[in-house]
């Protein structure tokens, strides 16, 4: 396998896969510019190896051609965090992306237009709602070789590819896993992706303990494959947020109208922790309120109350971990030496159910500081340590929500897979 470290640059077009989908402001102005600076490095490298960089990536999620997704409203930030000038080409494939590939010069970059704007990216037919499984089966086996057609038309812009985009490296897209086959001896990881999966191998493959997992977030049954390799893997499971009151229910409390699932299932995942050795702490308090529709619109300007976890009142919601469940969990956390650590224990986008989820974030951050290592990652998990900023006191935050979840599920994918085979 090629690595990033080590191969030749020199007068090469590296097309690189990025994540740059950045989140943009009515007025297209990027607002949060995180996924490009962390791709600093790998462009940095390539650009002091003498490559010239080829910038494909996708940008929300277009049905087809759309301003509102053009990746053109990046420009202004890219070029100053990369200190140069951009070319853009306003089609990722085609006449002009072929002749702007070819002038490229060493230290040059050049920006494709939107790969979603093709299906052929996802691979997914567009189709209306009505349509038939016939028309779908057609469409998909005509996509399927039109976009054959368009990973060969990306691939022959460049001479060697890098992924860097860990978070899309779960979908078996055009630019995330097919195109890596065009470039059999000159494919590899970008820094990103490297790091990401350094990181997820040091958790899970070998741990230094006592090693504690905090899962928290809505929902028990998005999560269900993971608690359970966890199981295999973890002393400690620290189970918080809206997923915790299935749990309380399936030990016979009252959780009043907070959110619940499958209770079996969460019967059943009690049951293989015991037989695992696996020491559950499920909250033992937590901060309710009856006005939990008013929170819901993100008004946190409601009545609160703390209540024992198994003694909910009828008519209230829990919705953040309570101060005696944070006591108890501290404890924990502090007497770890690895710990991992995804979704929030509370609704912490309203500052009045935030606590539960700034002292997890504190505590782990204290724990890092003492000499642990801590991987903070999920979507919801970062967007908190990014709230409290403190993101630089953990050992690492992942970038990719879902595909974080997949790689640890020992799930191969795809995006890691087409570099590696
Ligand atoms: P997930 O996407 O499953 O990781 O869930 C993240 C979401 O869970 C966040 O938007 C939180 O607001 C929400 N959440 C956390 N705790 C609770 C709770 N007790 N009740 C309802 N939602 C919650």
Known sequence: MQSIDNYDFHRKRAIVRFDFNVPLNEKFEVTDDTRIRVAIPTINKIFAGGGAIIAMTHLGRPKGVAEKYSLKHII??????????????????????????????????????????????????????????????????????????????????????????FGTAHRAHASTALIAANFPNDKMFGYIMENELKAIDKVLDAPE??????????????????????????????LGGGMSFTFIKALGGNIGLSICEDVELAKNILEEAEAKNVKVYLPVDVVTTIQFEEVFKGNGNVETKISDIHNISDD??????????????????????????NGPVGVFEVDTFANGTLNIAKIVADATSSGAYSLVGGGDSVAAINKFNLADKV????????????YMEKVELPGVKAIKE
């Open 76 to 165: 202004p930030v890219l070029e100053k965090l990369i200190g140069k000038k951009v070319i853009f080409a306003p089609d990722c494939i085609g006449d002009e992306a072929v002749e702007l590939s070819k002038n490229l010069k060493p230290g040059d970059f050049l920006l494709l237009e939107n790969l979603r704007f093709y299906a052929e990216e996802e691979g997914k037919p567009r189709l209306a709602d009505t349509a038939t499984q016939e028309e779908k089966d057609a469409a998909k086996k005509e996509l399927k070789v039109k976009q054959k057609d368009f990973v060969n038309k990306l691939a022959s812009l460049a001479d060697c590819y890098v992924n860097d985009a």
């Open 209 to 238: 303990r006592p090693f504690t997992a905090i899962l928290g977030g809505s929902k028990v049954s998005s999560k269900i494959t993971i608690i359970k390799r966890l199981l295999d893997k973890v002393d400690n499971l620290i």
């Open 316 to 341: 209230a919601q829990g919705l953040d971990a309570g101060p005696a469940s944070i006591e108890r969990w501290r404890k924990i956390i502090l007497e770890s030496k690895t710990i991992l650590w």
């Open 395 to 406: 050992s690492y935050v992942s970038t990719g929500g879902g595909a974080l979840l997949e």
